[in-house]
C-alpha cells in the first residue's frame, strides 16, 4: 500500500488532505488485477490529465444519452397526443381475443417507440377496470416485440446511413410548426424528437472512444469478455441496472449497439446485455402499479415474468443460440461474416470497420427480435396458466369497499394525459353509485323497516364524507390535466367532468340533509302523518329514479347520452314540489304542525327538488360535451 499526502497552502494556514490509494499490492491478485490496474493507472500523477479527459468523456457519453432519450420522449408524448380519443379507444375496446390483443401491443408500441410506455397505459387501464388483467397479457406479449422495432431503426439510420444532417435540418423545418395549435403542433414534436434521437445517437457514437485508444480499460474488458456464463450473467446484470436507472430499453440498446461497434465488448457480451436490458424496463410499469389496485399490479408483475423467463431459457440455451442468430443472419445477409467470431479492429481499414459494425449491430437487433418473438409464441399460448398463477402469487385483498380510496386513479400520476381520462371517467362513475347507494339509504331510512336506525344514519354521514374526499380528489386530478398538453376535445370532456363531479358531491350534500331531517321527525313530538310520509316517498323515490337514469348514462365520449328519462323526472319532481309546498303550508296554517315541525318538511322538500335539479343538470352538460 502506499500512503500520500498533499499539502495546501490558503492564507497562511497549512491544510494537510491524507488519502490512500490501493496500487501494485492489489494488482498482484489475478482475480481482480485488471480492475486494480485501471484505478492505479488513474491515480498516477502524470495520468490525472487522462484521468479528467475521461471523466468530460464520460459526461459527453451522458449527455448524448440524456438527446437520445429526451428525443425518443417528445417523440412518443406527440404521438400519443395525435391519437388522443382514438389511443383510448382502441385500448378500450380490447376483447378476450390474445391475436388481437397481441398486434394492438406490437402496433401500438411500434407507433409510439416505448414499450415502457405501452406497459404504463396498460397497467393504467387495468387499474382503471377498462382492461381485464388477462386480457392486458397479451398487449404485454406484443409490446415486448414491438419494442424491437426501435433496435432496427437505430441499425438502419445510426450505423447505415448518416441522417444526422438531414434531422438537424428536419428539426429547423419544424420548428415553426410548434407555434401552430393542433395536429400541425403535435407533427413538429414528433418530427423533432426524432431529429433529436439521431442527434443523440451521433453525439454518442462520437463520445464513446475507440477500444484501441484506451488500453487499460480494453484489458479489464478483457477480463470480462470471457466466453462463459460468469461472464454473461455480468453482462445481463449490467443490462438490467443500467436500463432500470434510465428507464429505456431502447436507450440502453442503442448504448450496447455503440459499445459493440466500438469494440468494447463481443458479440456475446452484447447479446446478454440486451437480456438484461429486457428485465430493466420492467421497472417503468412496477412504478406506475405501486399505488394501483391488485389487477393493475398482477399486469405489472407479468411483465417481470413475462421477461424473466424469457431471459432463463435464451441463457440456459445461449451458445446454441447464438448460433441459430449467426446462421439466420447468414441467410438473410450477404457478405456476412461470422459475428461470433473475435474481429481485430486495430488492423482494419475504414471500410472493412464500418462493414464489421453494420453486421455487429445488425446482429444485435436480430437477436432482440427472434429472442421476444420466440418468447412471444411460447407465452401466448400459456396465458391461462400464467394468469392462474400470477393470481395466487397477488390474490385479492378482500377489504371494505366503503373505505376512502381513488379506485382507478393514480393521483401521483399522470404520465399519459390523454389516457388519464379514462381512469378518471371510471372514477366518476364510482362516485355515482356511492351517490345511487346513499340515496337508496335515504329512502330505507325515511319508510323502511329498520332495526337499527342510527347505524342505517352513521352509514349515509360515512357515505356522504367520502364523496367529499372523492370530489376533492377527482377535481386535483382533473385540474392537473387540464394543465396538461391535451387535445382540445378532451380538454372539453375534462371541463364537463369537472361540472359533473361538484354536481354529484352536491347531490349526495343534499342527502346527507334530507337524512338528518329525517332523524330530527322520527324524534319529534307529533310524529309525521301516514299522508306526509306518503307524499315525501313519492318526491324522493322520484329523486332516486332521477340518480338511477342518470348514472346509466353518465358517459364522456363515444355516444350521446339520452336525458329524456332524467329530464322527465325532474320536470315531475318539480311540479310535485310547488304541490307539495303548498300543502304543508296550508297544514301549518291549520295547526296540524308546529312551525319548527312543518320546516323540517319544507327542507326535505327544498333538498328534494335540488337533487333532481343536478341530475337534470349532469345530463345537460353531457349533451353539451358531446354536441361542443
Not at 343 to 368: D, K, P, V
Request: with cysteine.
Amino acid at each position: 500500500m502506499v500512503i500520500g499526502s498533499t499539502v495546501l497552502m490558503r492564507n497562511g494556514s497549512i491544510m494537510v488532505l491524507k488519502f490512500m490509494a490501493a496500487k501494485l499490492v492489489c494488482c498482484n491478485i489475478t482475480a481482480f488485477s485488471p480492475i486494480c490496474q485501471l484505478v492505479c493507472v488513474y491515480l498516477q500523477p502524470h495520468k490525472r490529465t487522462g484521468m479528467i479527459t475521461g471523466i468530460l468523456t464520460i459526461l459527453q457519453i451522458i449527455g448524448a444519452l440524456g438527446i437520445f432519450i429526451y428525443g425518443m420522449k417528445i417523440m412518443s408524448e406527440s404521438l400519443q397526443k395525435a391519437a388522443g380519443t382514438r389511443l383510448r379507444q382502441v385500448l378500450g375496446k380490447m376483447t378476450a381475443n390474445r391475436a388481437f390483443g397481441f398486434f394492438t401491443g406490437l402496433l401500438l408500441t411500434m407507433l409510439i417507440q416505448s414499450s415502457s410506455a405501452t406497459t404504463v397505459m396498460l397497467v393504467s387501464f387495468v387499474n382503471a377496470g377498462l382492461v381485464s388483467f388477462t386480457q392486458s397479457m397479451a398487449v404485454t406479449i406484443g409490446a415486448n416485440l414491438g419494442t424491437t422495432i426501435t433496435a432496427w431503426i437505430v441499425w438502419l439510420f445510426g450505423f447505415e446511413v448518416a441522417i444526422e444532417s438531414a434531422a438537424l435540418i428536419a428539426i429547423g423545418l419544424a420548428f415553426p410548426m410548434l407555434f401552430f395549435p393542433g395536429k400541425r403542433r403535435d407533427t413538429a414534436e414528433f418530427i423533432i424528437g426524432f431529429g433529436l434521437l439521431f442527434i443523440g445517437l451521433n453525439f454518442l457514437r462520437t463520445a464513446v472512444p475507440d477500444i484501441e485508444n484506451s488500453e487499460q480499460t480494453y484489458r479489464m474488458l478483457q477480463y470480462f469478455n470471457a466466453n462463459n456464463y460468469a461472464s454473461y450473467l455480468f453482462f445481463v446484470a449490467l443490462g438490467t441496472v443500467f436500463t432500470a436507472i434510465i428507464q429505456s430499453s431502447s436507450a440502453s440498446t442503442a448504448v450496447t449497439m455503440v459499445m459493440l461497434s466500438n469494440g468494447w465488448i463481443e458479440f456475446p457480451q452484447a447479446a446478454a446485455m440486451v437480456l438484461g436490458e429486457n428485465i430493466g424496463t420492467t421497472v417503468t410499469a412496477n412504478l406506475a402499479a405501486l399505488l394501483g389496485n391488485v389487477h393493475a399490479k398482477r399486469t405489472a408483475r407479468y411483465h417481470t415474468f413475462f421477461n424473466i423467463t424469457g431471459v432463463v431459457w435464451a441463457l440456459l440455451l445461449f451458445p446454441f443460440f447464438l448460433q441459430f442468430i449467426d446462421w439466420l443472419q447468414s441467410l438473410l445477409f450477404t457478405g456476412h461474416t461470422s459475428i461470433l467470431t473475435p474481429y481485430n479492429i486495430a488492423g482494419a481499414n475504414a471500410a472493412m470497420l464500418q462493414q464489421r459494425q453494420s453486421i455487429e449491430t445488425n446482429g444485435i437487433a436480430l437477436f432482440h427480435t427472434m429472442f421476444n418473438l420466440i418468447n412471444a409464441f411460447i407465452h401466448l399460448g400459456l396465458i391461462p396458466y400464467s394468469a392462474a398463477l400470477i393470481a395466487r402469487l397477488y390474490p385479492s385483498s378482500k377489504k371494505n369497499d366503503e373505505v376512502f380510496k381513488l379506485q382507478h386513479m393514480d393521483k401521483g400520476l399522470v404520465a399519459f394525459s390523454e389516457l388519464s381520462i379514462s381512469e378518471a371517467q371510471n372514477e366518476i362513475s364510482n362516485l355515482a353509485g356511492l351517490v345511487e347507494k346513499m340515496s337508496g339509504n335515504v329512502v330505507l331510512l325515511l319508510f323502511g323497516e329498520v332495526k337499527n336506525r342510527q347505524n342505517l344514519f352513521t352509514k349515509i354521514e360515512q357515505r356522504e364524507e367520502l364523496t367529499d374526499a372523492l370530489e376533492k380528489e377527482v377535481s386535483v386530478f382533473l385540474s392537473r390535466l387540464i394543465s396538461a398538453q391535451i387535445a382540445p376535445k378532451s380538454s372539453e370532456q375534462v371541463r364537463a367532468m369537472l361540472a359533473v363531479v361538484n354536481d354529484l358531491e352536491s347531490i349526495a350534500d343534499h342527502l346527507r340533509k334530507i337524512a338528518t331531517r329525517a332523524q330530527k321527525f322520527a324524534s319529534a313530538a307529533k310524529p309525521p302523518t301516514q299522508e306526509a310520509l306518503s307524499e315525501l316517498q313519492k318526491i324522493l323515490s322520484l329523486d332516486h329514479k332521477a340518480i338511477v337514469a342518470m348514472k346509466k348514462q353518465l358517459v364522456f365520449e363515444n355516444r350521446i347520452p339520452d336525458g329524456t328519462e332524467t329530464l322527465q323526472i325532474e320536470t315531475e319532481i318539480n311540479r310535485l314540489y310547488r304541490q307539495l309546498v303548498d300543502l304543508q303550508y296550508q297544514r301549518i296554517e291549520k295547526g296540524l304542525y308546529s312551525l319548527e315541525e312543518g320546516l323540517i318538511y319544507l327542507d326535505i322538500l327544498r333538498s328534494a327538488e335540488k337533487i333532481g335539479d343536478h341530475t337534470s343538470s349532469i345530463m345537460r352538460i353531457l349533451a353539451g360535451a358531446k354536441t361542443a
